[in-house]
């Protein structure tokens, strides 16, 4: 899928592996509400399946996210894009790439995959209509060598949605 | 008198430059000439503790315990602060099962390791053989309570039954009273097991001991400004490459402003004393 851009895969240190196994655990005893992890053996690669929140616009929707881990993993944000077909959103794309600032310049090795869906989700809770971003076309076209979204010199849309 | 000091002064150039040709000698992985090298410094100029250091981890990469053992014995007498000496030594009495001087000084060179030394900052490699070290003993001694345990609780049981039947032979008519009682005493014997068992069952090591980075127990905990404690490894790695800011709270930081944890630091070491497991590396 073009969309799914392409991440560098250089296998993760061993630190990020260690701090992955601990998430992992830790999201399986406790995990968010409104998400599933789809088990694999990939450590690498999570693909998590995300519900609409009850009366909001998207309730009863089901989405995936896909999260790719930089071998330097914490230090780096991971990357986080739809699958598609995306969520209707004035900020995610239409290739699934999602305009977050913590998943760019704001992030900080202190989030985990679990609390970058509590934000997303929140993200889509607080939307007041379905619709693409405004420079959708125009992004989506530059996106099509398959440029990965960390790549995207973002300007962060306004966080009242 | 002059010419003395000016020739030990010239055999500690020489031993200098010895060793210099040593380490390059260890790059290439040729340890027997850096052994050889080292040897000749130790002769020229016996009281460089870096030597035998130096000398010990040659001897280590050829498995060479013995001789591990004997090399940092010399650097500890000559330098009491060396963690390197400490360390190998530790790794040198844990391979001859000499268990609890290995942990000990193993224990010696965290402390000593712990700091803001950026150079040779080998704590974490520490940390790993001495969390290795305690956890095996931990899966021994551990095994050996919770038979113990068991079988002592068998024994009470055994013994409270007993108590029971002879209570009912000598009372004619068995009363509900004397039953209930029973039943009590068997259910109290059972949560004092349960409860001496406790300390030895892995559960999860509190947040509060955990780093938000690493997201494992602390080894080196420090302290920013904004008041967050984090694995110093992890939060001088997140300043150099990430930015200059606290990860929690994003207030600017600056590494010259993190200092150590002790309450933590000592907070960690007496959980870790109760509950050994959490030595545990991985999952």
Not at chain 2, 132 to 149: F, H, I, Q, T
Not at chain 2, 156 to 178: F, G, P, V, W
Not at chain 2, 179 to 186: I, N
Not at chain 2, 243 to 270: C, M, Q, Y
């Amino acid at each position: 899928m073009s969309s799914s851009g392409a991440p560098s895969h250089k296998a993760l240190s061993k630190i990020a592996c260690k701090r992955l196994q601990k998430e992992l655990v830790e999201w399986q005893m406790n995990p968010p509400t409104g998400f599933k992890h789809k088990v694999t053996d990939n450590l690498q690669r999570w693909i998590i399946e995300v519900i609409g929140a009850p009366g909001t616009l998207y309730a009863n929707e089901t989405y995936q996210l896909q999260v790719d881990f930089p071998e330097h993993y914490p230090m780096e944000s991971p990357q986080v894009i739809f699958l598609l077909p995306a969520p209707l959103h004035p900020h995610i794309y239409s290739n699934g790439h999602i305009c977050l600032d913590i998943l760019y310049d704001s992030w900080s090795p202190a989030m985990t995959v679990s609390s970058i869906c509590i934000s997303i989700l929140s993200m889509l809770s607080s939307s007041t209509e379905k619709q693409r971003p405004t420079d959708n076309d125009r992004y989506v076209q530059n996106c099509k060598n398959g440029r990965s979204p960390k790549e995207t010199r973002w300007w962060f849309h306004d966080d009242k949605v | 008198m002059v010419v003395t000091g000016a020739a030990s002064a010239m055999a500690a150039k020489q031993a200098e430059r010895l060793k210099e040709d040593g380490n390059s000698c260890f790059k290439k992985e040729r340890f027997g000439a850096a052994i050889d090298a080292y040897t000749e410094a130790i002769t020229l100029s016996p009281k460089v503790p870096v030597y035998w250091t130096n000398r010990a981890l040659c001897h280590m990469k050829r498995k060479d315990w013995t001789r591990v053992e004997e090399d940092c014995r010399k650097a500890v007498q000559l330098d009491h602060n060396s963690v390197k000496a400490h360390y190998m030594l530790g790794l040198a009495l844990l391979q001859r099962e000499d268990y609890a001087d290995g942990v000990k000084a193993l224990q010696r060179a965290l402390d000593l390791g712990r700091g803001a030394n950026p150079t040779g900052y080998m704590v974490e490699e520490i940390w790993e053989e001495l969390a290795k070290a305690k956890y095996m003993e931990w899966e021994l001694a551990s095994a050996r309570r919770s038979w113990e345990l068991n079988s002592l609780k068998g024994t009470c049981e055994a013994a409270l039954n007993q108590q029971r039947a002879l209570d009912m032979s000598q009372t004619e008519e068995s009363s509900e009273e004397a039953y209930t009682s029973h039943t009590e005493q068997l259910k109290a014997l059972d949560r004092v097991f349960e409860k001496a068992a406790e300390d030895d069952k892995p559960t999860e090591v509190p947040d509060y001991l955990c780093c938000n980075i690493t997201l494992e127990i602390f080894r080196d905990p420090v302290i920013s400004p904004s008041g967050v404690t984090y694995e110093r490894a992890a939060i001088l790695e997140h300043i150099n490459k990430v930015g200059k800011f606290d990860p929690i709270t994003r207030e600017k930081l600056d590494p010259s402003k993190l200092v150590p944890n002790l309450a933590i630091k000592e907070a960690v070491a007496s959980y870790l004393e109760k509950h050994v497991w959490a030595y545990k590396v991985g999952s």
